[in-house]
């Protein structure tokens, strides 16, 4: 092996390490994405990579909690709307929807966790921003710069035979490559488990988010074209005509003869409800806390020989 070789080897990693992380937390790399701020200009200190993976991320997690809020919207409304109907003579009311009620703690719970999926993504968001801050990356810069220093000096004295010193100078190199190091992984860190994560998603869990998403607005859309419906029969039409009130009460009567397909049709949409928002709630469970928790587990171990470095 040359002489010189391994630390000519630190200082090449040194460079392109620094290099990176400065480039990716330079607002001027405007083509690597960098967030506008609200006067259009690039957020000062703000990581380039995997900026872009957390926010699909965040809104995809936004436009699902309004799915499940309007999903909970027209079950409650399913669940206030009454039928008159007259068996034997007798009239009572009867409110269809309430067939709804143990989907609807369902979508309640499924809303929660969509508020505590995008609050984790929104820290993510925060963390991101703070591994890209410019003083981390000065820091880097300067233990890298230090390291590789303190590994041609070592040589060189070694090389001229000096041993004065050498123990606390070989010492004072591997905490300063330790340094390095930790901060290297910091900076990268939270860029490599935005990425990876938005990866592991478009690879395993993008279908099943698709599928689920569009069948929950079905079933949303079904039970609101229903509550219509059921809304529309139960209309006064004390103010029409006689045609329009003969018109309102062959429909009342056709919706009262037609209950049970109405029950019927809230049944399939509970079963679609519940099968898809189970689905959901594991694509946001395994995006927002399994899969951080096991990059974050192996970022520790990272961590840990660094320390043994």
């Not at 392109?16 to 690039?42: D, F, K, R």
């Not at 004065?164 to 910091?186: D, H, K, W, Y």
């Amino acid at each position: 092996m040359p002489s010189g070789f391994r630390q000519y080897c630190v200082l090449a990693v040194v460079l392109i390490v620094v290099s990176l992380a400065a480039y990716t937390a330079s607002p001027i790399n405007a083509s690597a994405g960098p967030t506008p701020t609200e006067s259009g200009e690039s957020e000062p200190g703000e990581s380039a990579w995997g900026v872009s993976e957390v926010d699909t991320a965040f809104r995809r997690a936004l436009v699902t909690y309004a799915v499940a809020r309007g999903l909970n919207g027209v079950i409650s409304v399913a669940q206030g709307t009454e039928v008159a109907v007259q068996p034997a003579g007798v009239g009572l009311n009867f409110a269809p929807g309430e067939i709804l009620d143990p989907v609807n703690d369902l979508v309640e719970r499924f809303s929660w966790i969509m508020m505590l999926a995008s609050s984790s993504l929104g820290v993510q968001r925060i963390l991101l921003t703070m591994s890209g801050w410019w003083v981390l990356v000065i820091v880097l810069g300067v233990s890298g710069l230090a390291w590789s220093a303190l590994s041609f000096w070592g040589h060189r004295r070694q090389h001229l035979g000096g041993s004065s010193g050498e123990v606390p100078l070989t010492e004072a190199t591997r905490i300063a490559g330790r340094l390095f190091l930790f901060l290297a992984v910091l900076r990268f860190m939270m860029p490599a488990i935005a990425m990876l994560n938005e990866q592991v998603y478009q690879t395993f869990l993008v279908d099943d988010y698709a599928s689920a998403s569009s069948q929950l607005q079905v079933a949303t859309d079904t039970i609101g074209s229903i509550n219509e419906q059921l809304t529309h029969s139960g209309e006064s039409d004390a103010d029409a005509g006689f045609v329009e009130r003969a018109r309102g009460l062959l429909d009342r009567t056709m919706a009262r003869l037609s209950i049970d397909q109405r029950i019927d049709e809230y049944r399939v949409a509970a079963e679609a409800i519940s099968e898809n928002t189970i689905r959901l709630i594991v694509v946001f469970l395994m995006q927002t806390v399994v899969f951080p928790l096991v990059f974050l587990f192996v970022a520790w171990g990272v961590l840990k020989r660094i320390s043994r470095f």
